[in-house]
């Protein structure tokens, strides 16, 4: 990409020098046949308005380059939700494995729901459909619980493993994904290293 920019841009200094030069040849060459004063200002007039327009272009192809490096919000927003989507994609697959042992990458797995002040809501959902679920929330908040790690009934582990992480997951990156200008990119905050600031820090 960058080879092909720089090419670009040698080529259109040398078809810039090269239209200049003509300009100039095409004066030095006419100079001599011009026979009124009017003609001799004629041609005296083409190279500098030859040159003009030359600069002029250059100068349109500075500003087109100059708007489209510009970093405004919208375009931070979009490289940041493409990060998101490239790290904790990396994760979910991490996490999903890979292999003989897991031949499809996942399992459709549901999950159940408790709501209370919330419009839109389903009873269940699956984790392919996490992230139009969580869209058609008002207001748009959801938290992933599970049983503590001590467990219930004297077990031990809770339910470690049962896919709440990759749930999560499978949520910020549908929703990085299919995100609109306009709409917040998700960011996962892992509570275990967390500093206890204010979010808003």
Known sequence: MMRRGRAGTVSAVVFSVAVCLAGLWWTVDALPKAKEKSDLAGVLAVLPSLVGVVLGGWGAWAGIRALQAQRTAPVIAEEFARLVGEVEGAQ????????????????????????????????????????????????????????????????TGGDAGTGKTVLALSLILGLAKERSPQEPVPVRLAAASWPGSDISD
Not at 102 to 111: Q, S, T
């Open 92 to 155: 979910y697959r991490q996490l999903l494995g890979s292999g003989v042992a897991a031949p499809d990458g996942r399992i459709d797995l549901p999950f159940t729901v408790t709501a209370t002040g919330v419009s839109g809501s389903r009873a269940d959902g699956t984790l392919e459909g996490i992230a139009d679920y969580y869209r058609g929330l008002r207001p748009g908040r959801m938290v992933i619980t599970g049983t503590p790690s001590d467990g219930r009934e004297g077990r």
